[in-house]
């Protein structure tokens, strides 16, 4: 048995490819769209010369991951500018509260905060390699590093309102690390809330926020790029169903799905166990997304000068307001003044957009599958930051719930992140098999198995791991 088939060409279908292939597998990519990557695609979404991240566009784990930090992905055109700080949060006050590359910096920034701030970060930051290679995996494991992984877990398992309650003094930094937070797309009263802001908190100090040159296509390309350099092969316009996915699996082959659960079972539940089928179709959704991309004739015009330095700007307040935008969310209502997450490259990456103009993304969480045109109320939250920002749009284009999942099939009613991190989907992520299902050669690599959402092919990688494993393959 020495051939492989990926559904889904993602960072984590190209990832697995690529293990395969450096394993002497014949692989075969297929994508269902006409341009490879999923998430990490750069598209002309508005105006001609405006050229726009489809889904991620910042990127610190792709900077950070294990993986990536192996392949020769320079040797393939991916280069990573960064910005003058990784993140920027402005307050109402006029004020923005930084994040910093450098610890030092930081301390400046937070202040009589600073002591608390580098006692959750500083482990993290300078065990960064051990760090990344533990947390971005399985979580029911025994960890190399046992000790370590349990001290990172103290904090981890905590909410983010108690991490913030009991560790920052000021309003601003528990400012900050609420939309650090939010990204988990959880409670900021949830155990593991916390956690998702501490990765991304050692990562912008570790390996920063960076953008790719050119747009996350770039990342795309690069990988199948080295993957092409092994031998494997990408196929685009190729929608996999059940009818095609007969013809293509054997008894000499593995297939490897960088689906969703659910499309997983679309396309192959016939080989699948009823009771594994059954536990596919309950993995539970998390929110969704409503996105907005622009074409501006001119930067975002911040209030706060901080905002000018960085790539990633946060939009929503304090911490209570933050909170309580993703609570109304998670109960299936849309906030008024939603935490807005935003990132503008082309400060940075001028081949962006045209000569003096500029590209600008912005989203906002919702409930899955949403409906409602949340167009009005996130660019409210961007003029109470920047007034007079609507008179710099020169074209909107707006990607509904239903729009992410028609352009990436994998997005089901809008879901960035593969899936709710729930505790039990924390812990079983998508079932106790993780990568395996209940068919002997047929494995899931997507971000709805561990660590879960982001650009970093961990997933894929892991996955065609044990794939390699548990199967004639050898490496």
Known sequence: MKRANVIGSGPNGLSAAIVLAEAGVDVEV????????????????????????????????????????????????????????????PLDDGTAVMLEHNLADQDREFGQDAQAWRSLITPLVDHWDRFAQEALGPVVRVPRHPLFMARFGMAAFQSARRIATHNFAQPRTRALFAGLAAHSFLSLDDT???AVALVLGAAAHKVGWPVPRGGSQSITN??????????????????????????????????????????????????????????????????????????????????????????????GGTFDEIAEAENL??????????????????????????????????????????????????EMQIERYAPGFRDCILGRHVSTPATL?????????????????????????PSALTYETSAPNLFICSASTPPGGGVHGMCGFRAAKVALRRTRFRE
């Not at 991240?53 to 950070?64: E, N, R, Y």
């Not at 008894?251 to 699948?272: E, H, K, M, N, Y």
């Not at 935003?342 to 081949?351: E, G, H, N, V």
Request: aromatic share 8%.
């Open 329 to 378: 969310v998670l109960k299936g209502q849309h906030p008024e003044r939603p935490f807005v997450l935003t990132a503008q490259p082309s400060l940075f990456d001028r081949t962006r957009a045209p000569e003096g103009q500029h590209t600008f993304w912005a989203y906002c969480h919702v409930p899955n599958g949403s409906t409602v045109d949340m167009t009005d109320r996130l």
């Open 222 to 315: 690069a990988l199948i790029g080295h993957l092409q350099s092994l031998g494997g092969k990408v196929y685009t316009s190729c929608r996999v169903d059940a009818e095609i996915f007969r013809k293509l699996s054997g008894p000499d082959a593995i297939t490897l799905f960088d689906t969703s659960p659910r499309q997983l079972v679309a396309i192959a539940g016939d080989r699948l166990t009823p009771g594994f089928r059954g536990l596919m179709e309950r993995f539970k959704l998390g929110p969704g997304v409503f996105k907005i991309d622009y074409a501006l004739s001119q930067p975002v015009p911040w209030r706060a000068a901080g905002c000018r330095r960085a790539i990633t700007v946060h939009l």
């Open 192 to 194: 593991l809330s916390s």
């Open 30 to 89: 297929f994508e269902a769209e006409a341009v490879p990557g999923g998430g990490a695609r750069t598209l002309p979404l508005t105006l001609p010369g405006f050229m726009h991240d489809f889904g991620s566009a910042v990127h610190p784990m792709a900077a950070g991951s294990p993986f990536f930090a192996t392949l020769p992905l320079g040797e393939h055109g991916l280069g990573w500018i960064h910005g003058e700080a990784p993140l920027a949060h």
């Open 405 to 429: 999942e028609k352009m990436n099939a994998n997005l089901l009613g809008g879901d960035i992140s593969g899936g709710a991190m729930t505790m039990r989907q924390f812990l079983l992520r």
